[in-house]
């Protein structure tokens, strides 16, 4: 029998949600782009990152197509039309010129990042983490990257890890060669648009046979009112080639939707193995009105061209008031693997529409989806998914699980899952399930001597944890915290 | 989306396209270029069906037109057959079916191709009135070439039980769609299905429960066999309202595919809007097991018998949970005669 006294008592804590820590807002010197979108924006933009001739003809070709695109209307999650004249697509702290040394950065900007808990200086660790390994970071503050660290330590085994603007000037070849292999200008209405205005972002390469020495993060802040973030990263890992990628984002709590449209390309040659992990902690908006909050509209996608490659997404999805995003796996080479592990959280009015496709193109190829959705409060998850194999990708292979919880009467919870199988020797294996914490458990679990918010978190840390256990223990740590302040009381 | 309202009007393009999220595995904007002439009236003497003998109350709809089915009190057995006669004309049948508080009826439904290439519509409205039983079982036996959609629309009473089992061999494009509006309070629903396909041929069983009250629940398995380069479809939806408390609802699709360049999609989506449920699905594609086909090798069956003997258990399963008894045997013996084994 439900517990009504429970139930009411939990969605109360679920509404009671500690406030989001990160909506803070600096005061910190910027310039803009003129507000609005057009060819001469665009022209604005690459001036301002004195960028070569080809890359303004790239991202102006794309412009043109965008303005032929339709915005995509099948996902679930609704908003009103976005005005992509009434935005500034270009904001950047004003610096002064000149190589960049951590002691330049403005001080304004480092304590932004001390305050979020990101270690900007190489001796510094990841605090209440004994013995945790190093980890550069790229600082990425609206649209330009402030600094990047640990690049010397790792230029010395070969790999490159810099802001995008920064590959551009140093290593146009590589940019050129691999910028909208994987995720084409035109492949859909955001990815088109970041493609034309896209600022900063990261950039890496790890030479063959090189497993970079630690692990690589990239700290998104938006800052800047009226202003969308469209960061570009590009991750090549060359033959038999191995690295741990980590990004991590947060925005100031504002009553105005800001538009985060980023693209993110992987590419992984014969051998080599991506792990990408992703903590995305933007500001979900007014919990009670709905108001303000990020729209998290993303392309990511990873191109395994070479043989036995294997790539990972492991995704905690806590922030944003609208998620949409699918990251992907095209798993061309023989024998390579994609992985896609996620937990998203959604409470208030956040509504996300997330999932993976996974691309079986090559023979041998294999797959295995897990995803956890959480949803809380008024707010609606969905886990959309694709799993197609291509006529020669015989022997592939895909498990998928799914699973969804519901705290509270009002919340949705939606698993919509695509499966296109064209050959008959592959095996795909699909199960969801959608229900809420177990009263039993519930009752066991607090009879032992639990509180009840302890019970919740102890069964939410269980219904998490195939996914927690993915992430590196840099993240793990930081998404354990956000999972229970999502949370914090649960459920009936 | 219907064929008849398209071809009436003369405007090919309100047919139903991929780009249609509901149809986006079943075109048929891209297939159809031309509106088809009406199917002339069907004066031929009708051939005998598989069910004939158990009809209490007996329809032939012959090219098209409309029938009524009322089982008002009692236990009544229903035979409909949807004939097809001629070449490459299209026609439309309507037929509404009423069980009332406390009746039971058994719907024995087939599907008949005797002409080629043809383009069949046919609209099912169903209703069942509070405690009223309904076990729908569809043969469709539709021509290679032709272009079938079937659609029915149900609605349930409270505390009603709806059974129904679809076995089809599939068509150029054959669509059999079943909509189902779930009150909740102690109604049941199991819903099945069977596709088994060869050559070129393609269908698409698709399903949509809307769960509207507490205390429902749904039980829906599905399975199918694709071999050479046909083409199987099967979306499943089950929407859960607002305050549909304690439903329970669960889905299972398998697929076998025999061939490399055969093909399965499948779409089996859940969209739950409240807490209090339980609900499931599980999905899963792939080839017949080599280690049992092996076993069955070792034990001295040949491999196109062991082959046949695994699919029919594979499918077999569907077969199982029909309940009227005779009507099993004659679904069971389908299966066989696609299968090209005796009993």
């Known amino acids: ?492 | 989306m219907s064929l008849a309202t398209a071809f009436k009007s003369g405007d090919l393009t309100l047919l139903p396209s991929k780009r249609d999220e509901d149809w986006r595995w079943t075109d048929l904007r891209g297939l159809i270029r031309e509106v088809p002439p009406p199917s002339p009236a069907f004066n031929g003497e009708t051939p005998p069906g598989v069910f004939d003998h158990l009809a209490e109350d007996f329809h032939v709809l012959a090219n098209g037109g409309s029938a009524q089915i009322v089982a008002d009190e009692g236990e009544l057995t229903a035979v409909l057959r949807f004939l097809s006669a001629n070449d490459g004309t299209a026609h439309a049948a309507k037929v509404s079916i009423e069980v009332a508080a406390g009746a039971s009826l058994t719907l024995l439904e087939t599907y008949e191709g005797y002409g080629a290439g043809y383009f069949a519509q046919a609209d099912l409205t169903i209703r069942l009135g509070e405690g009223a039983k309904l076990e729908r079982i569809v043969l469709a036996g539709d021509d290679a070439e032709a272009i079938s959609v079937s659609q029915a629309e149900v609605t349930l009473a409270a505390g009603s039980s709806y059974a129904q089992t679809v076995l089809t061999d599939g068509a150029k494009r054959q669509r059999i769609e079943t909509r189902i509006a779930h009150p909740g309070a102690g109604a049941s629903v199991r819903l099945d299905g069977g596709y088994l396909l060869r050559d070129r041929r393609h269908a698409d069983l698709t399903t949509a429960i809307a769960h509207e009250g507490v205390d429902g629940t749904t039980s829906q398995l599905t399975k199918g066999v694709v071999d050479d380069q046909a083409r199987g479809v099967f979306q499943g939806r089950i929407t859960v309202a607002h305050g549909a408390d304690r439903t329970d609802a669960r889905m299972g699709h398998h697929a076998l595919i025999l061939s490399d360049r055969a093909e399965v999609d499948a779409k089996p989506e859940l969209l739950i809007f409240a807490d209090d449920v339980q609900c499931a699905h599980g999905n899963t594609v792939g080839a017949l097991d080599e280690n049992q086909l092996f076993y069955a090798q070792q034990r001295g069956l040949p491999a196109d018998a062991a082959r046949a003997l695994l699919t029919a258990a594979f499918v077999g399963e569907v077969i199982d949970r029909i309940e009227h008894e005779t009507a099993r045997e004659t679904a069971r013996a389908w299966l066989n005669q696609w299968l090209g084994v005796g009993e």
């Open chain 1, 1 to 492: 029998m439900a517990n009504p006294r429970i139930a009411t008592q939990t969605v109360e804590h679920v509404e009671r949600l500690e406030a989001y820590e990160h909506g803070f807002v600096s005061d910190i010197e910027q310039e803009f782009a003129p507000k609005g979108l057009s060819a001469d924006t665009i022209r604005f933009i690459s001036a301002k990152k004195e960028e070569p001739q080809w890359l303004l003809d790239w991202r102006l070709e794309a412009f043109e197509r965008w303005q032929e695109l339709e915005e995509p209307a099948w996902a679930k999650v609704h908003f009103p039309r976005i005005d992509y004249q009434d935005a500034y697509y270009y904001a950047a702290p004003k610096t002064k010129e000149g190589p960049k040394s951590l002691d330049e950065v403005d001080p304004e900007i480092l304590a932004v990042y001390a305050k979020l808990g990101i270690p900007l200086g190489e001796q510094a660790v990841l605090a209440g983490v004994q013995g945790a390994p190093k980890y550069a970071v790229d600082a990425v503050f609206d649209s330009v990257s402030v600094v990047t660290t640990f690049k010397k330590e790792l230029a010395a085994v070969g790999v490159i890890f810099c802001s995008f603007s920064e590959a551009v000037r140093e290593h146009p070849e590589l940019v050129k060669k691999y910028l909208g292999s994987v995720v084409p200008t035109s492949d859909n209405y955001y990815a088109c648009l970041n493609s034309a205005v896209f600022s900063d972002g990261s950039f890496v390469y790890v030479p063959p046979g090189v497993r970079c020495p630690m692990e690589l993060s990239t700290y998104f802040r938006i800052n800047a009112a009226e202003s969308g973030q469209f960061e570009r990263t590009l991750i090549i890992a060359d033959k038999a080639a191995y690295v741990s990628y980590l990004e991590g984002c947060t925005a100031p709590m504002r009553d105005e939707n800001q538009l985060h449209a980023a693209v993110v390309e992987l590419v992984l040659l014969e051998d080599a193995e991506i792990k990408y992990s992703t903590v995305q902690n933007w500001y979900p908006g007014d919990p009670q009105t709905g108001k303000g909050g990020i729209y998290n509209f993303v392309t990511k996608r990873a191109d395994c061209r070479g043989d036995r490659s294997k790539v990972s997404w492991t995704q905690v999805e806590t922030g944003s008031a609208i998620t949409w995003k699918y990251p992907s796996c095209l798993l061309r080479g023989e024998g390579s693997v994609g992985e896609f592990y996620s937990i998203a959280i959604t409470n208030g009015r956040q509504q996300a529409d997330t999932g993976t496709k996974m691309i079986h193109l090559g023979a041998n190829t294999r797959s295995r989806i897990i995803s956890k959705g959480i949803s809380a409060g008024k707010s609606s998850n969905t886990y959309r998914g694709l799993v197609s194999a291509h006529p020669k990708a015989t022997g592939s292979r895909n498990f998928t699980q799914c699973d969804s919880l519901l705290i509270g009467k009002d919340c949705a919870a939606h698993t919509v899952p695509y499966i296109e199988a064209r050959n008959g020797h592959s095996i795909f294996e699909h199960e969801a399930t959608t229900t809420r914490l177990s009263e039993d458990q519930l009752f066991y679990a607090q009879q032992r001597g639990l509180s009840e918010e302890e019970a919740v978190q102890l069964l939410v840390n269980g219904f998490v944890r195939e996914v927690l256990q993915e992430l590196p223990m840099e993240f793990a740590v930081e998404a354990q915290k956000l999972v229970a302040i999502s949370l914090e009381g649960s459920v009936g």
